[in-house]
């Protein structure tokens, strides 16, 4: 069986190329997904639908074209990995994890210790909580190979 993981949150850090290139060291049998990580597109997801002279407007439809995509991507996937970076707050990431959580999909957060007491419901319906992309991998190997 191949797995399906979907890769969501955080966008400035290379935690996604960590956990692909720990995956392949591995030969682990797993295919990522995730949502958009370019900024600028994902911001402009609704714009080919009319500009908006409004930004709650223009983020609003933006964020249902991008919906598409996630809501897609997390239905489909076999489990999710959700990161929370400590310089942004990442409200999608969060939407995602309730998301998963909705659907009965296994997730795991990955973020440090400090934002443990702020993410504490989210943690709490996740299968694990990781601090490195280093253990997710582990995780994954373990998933993939038991």
């Known amino acids: 069986m191949k797995?399906?993981?979907?890769?969501?949150?955080?966008?400035?850090?290379?935690?996604r190329e960590q956990i692909i290139k720990g995956c392949e060291a591995k030969n682990l049998k797993v295919k990522f997904i995730s949502a958009n990580t370019d900024h600028e597109s994902s911001d402009a997801a609704g714009d080919h639908l009319g500009l908006e002279s409004d930004p709650f407007w223009r983020?609003?439809?933006?964020?249902k074209v991008n919906a598409i995509r996630t809501q897609t991507a997390i239905k489909s996937c076999d489990i999710a990995i959700i990161r929370f970076g400590d310089k942004y707050k990442q409200w999608n990431a969060a939407f995602d994890a309730g998301f998963c959580a909705a659907l009965g999909k296994p997730y795991i957060t990955l973020?440090?210790?400090?934002?443990?007491?702020a993410l504490k419901e989210v943690d709490a319906s996740a299968q694990a909580w990781a601090t490195s992309p280093e253990q997710i991998v582990e995780l994954l190997a373990y998933t993939v190979e038991a």
């Open 111 to 117: 973020h440090d210790e400090n934002l443990v007491h």
């Open 3 to 15: 797995y399906k993981v979907y890769l969501s949150g955080e966008i400035h850090t290379d935690w």
């Open 59 to 63: 983020d609003h439809k933006s964020a």
